[in-house]
């Protein structure tokens, strides 16, 4: 059987108009022969509404009774899928996860797919039906609903594509692909044919929202190749896959951003052995991810300065948290919550010298700060005043993709290692 997986997203799925435009679509792959197997999220703004209730009703809803709520409107925008194939004369039914079933571990709203049931699917499948099954939901080993982070309906269809073995995976969304960045901000923003998974993850992890970074992860755990397109344009998208099925030669595939970051400096931190892990425990144990760290080397041995960035929006418990944590002593604390972050991602930047010195210049250039800087093996982050983000946006974004030898060795190294059998990442 020759299968693909077709996921929409929200917007996708947003309106009456929209589902028949779906309906479509899926035909147009029965047409090709393919065996189809559909996945949904909610209509858009259903999710967030529901939600909203649930605070309404409590500020301490209990996860199990939470997850049955906040999963409810996949039901809807599944029937209506298969309700719209029935009426044009296809056999087409709707499956909750807990009726495929689609088994998840962990927490609740933070589960994750660890087996999907195929038989009933397969059967089905094989008797020409088209199955439409509610992303972000499974049951966990209690039958209980659970949901998978929000956003989760992308992890849905790549799982679902493990499972069935899907020749395709392809996400329909509301926009025709990966951009090099932000095409509402900047003009010159150009689709990104083919992007490694490594990339991607960087690029979903800094700021581009086209999908949910850990069903990136599992698209890479599992080899499955992704396509990322629009179901209002009929246009070809963004080809996510392994890094040796890409050759070109960019250094950097794009630039990507956050916003709504906040930076907090602890000056004069009595230094001691464990003094960051003392800093941080307390942040994780309330959920708040900690991104940028700096700690510098402390000139007379016994003092350091010690800043680190976090979301806008946990600032004020962040500061809560370190002002009454007993384990740390420290003279002030200084915050910032008008910063943002701006990174630029390429495998390419591996085996290409002087990558971090143009993106220091081109700031440079323009009079941008610089505060804080990271990097990992194919990013490199810089925190700045949020005044500056578009300017910085627009520089990097004009100065960097240029292509150069050093990425034509890479891929050439990368086509030696695929034909003895290994790979680079
Ligand atoms: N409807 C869910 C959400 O909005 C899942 C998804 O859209 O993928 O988070
Ligand atoms: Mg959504």
């Not at 941080?280 to 991104?291: A, C, G, T």
């Not at 390419?348 to 610089?370: E, Q, S």
């Not at 093996?377 to 960097?400: G, M, W």
């Amino acid at each position: 059987m020759k299968i693909v997986v077709l996921k929409f997203g929200g917007t996708s799925v947003g309106s009456i108009d929209r589902i028949k435009k779906v309906a479509e679509i899926i035909i147009s792959y029965l047409k090709k022969r393919y065996k189809v197997i559909v996945v949904s999220s909610a209509m858009s703004g259903i999710t967030n509404k529901l939600v909203k209730m649930s605070k309404e009703i409590s500020s301490n809803y209990i996860p199990d009774e939470y997850d049955v709520l906040v999963s409810s409107g996949e039901q809807m925008s599944c029937s209506l899928i298969s309700g719209r194939l029935n009426h044009l004369g296809y056999k087409s039914r709707s499956w909750l996860g807990w009726q495929v079933p689609i088994f998840t571990k962990g927490s609740h709203a933070v589960a994750r797919i660890r087996n999907i049931y195929k038989k009933n699917i397969t059967k089905y499948l094989k008797s020409g039906g088209i199955p439409i099954i509610a992303g972000f939901q499974g049951i966990n080993s209690n039958l209980r609903i659970t949901t998978i982070g929000r956003g989760g309906t992308d992890a849905s269809a790549i799982m679902l594509a493990r499972f069935f073995n899907a020749e395709k995976c392809i996400i329909y969304t509301d926009v025709d692909g990966v951009y090099t960045t932000d095409p509402n901000k900047i003009k010159k923003a150009k689709k990104i044919k083919k992007i490694s998974y490594e990339e991607m993850l960087e690029m979903a992890s800094s700021g581009s929202k086209v999908m949910q970074p850990h069903s990136i992860q599992d698209a890479r755990l599992n080899r499955i190749d992704i396509e990322v397109r629009s179901s209002f344009k009929k246009v070809s998208g963004t080809i996510i896959t392994k890094r040796k099925n890409i050759v070109n030669n960019k250094i950097i595939q794009g630039v990507s951003f956050t916003k709504n970051d906040a930076k907090i400096t602890l000056v004069g931190v009595k230094d001691r052995p464990g003094i960051a892990a003392s800093i941080f425990e307390p942040l994780y144990k309330n959920s708040i991810n900690v991104d940028m760290v700096v700690q510098n080397i402390s000139s007379n041995g016994k003092e350091t300065d010690l800043t680190f960035t976090i979301k806008s929006e946990d600032l004020s418990k962040t500061e809560r948290l370190i002002k009454k944590n007993k384990k740390i002593n420290f003279k002030k604390i200084i915050v910032d919550d008008k910063v943002s972050k701006v990174s630029i991602i390429g495998v390419g930047m591996i085996t290409t010298p002087g990558v971090t010195y143009r993106m220091f210049n081109a700031l440079a250039k323009k009079n941008i700060n610089i505060i804080v800087i990271s990097t990992s093996e194919i990013k490199i982050s810089v925190l700045v005043s949020r005044k500056d983000l578009n300017k910085a946006i627009s520089i990097l974004h004009k100065e960097l993709p240029e292509k150069t030898p050093d990425g034509a060795i890479y891929n050439k190294l990368c086509i030696k290692l695929a034909i003895e059998g290994l790979e680079l990442d």
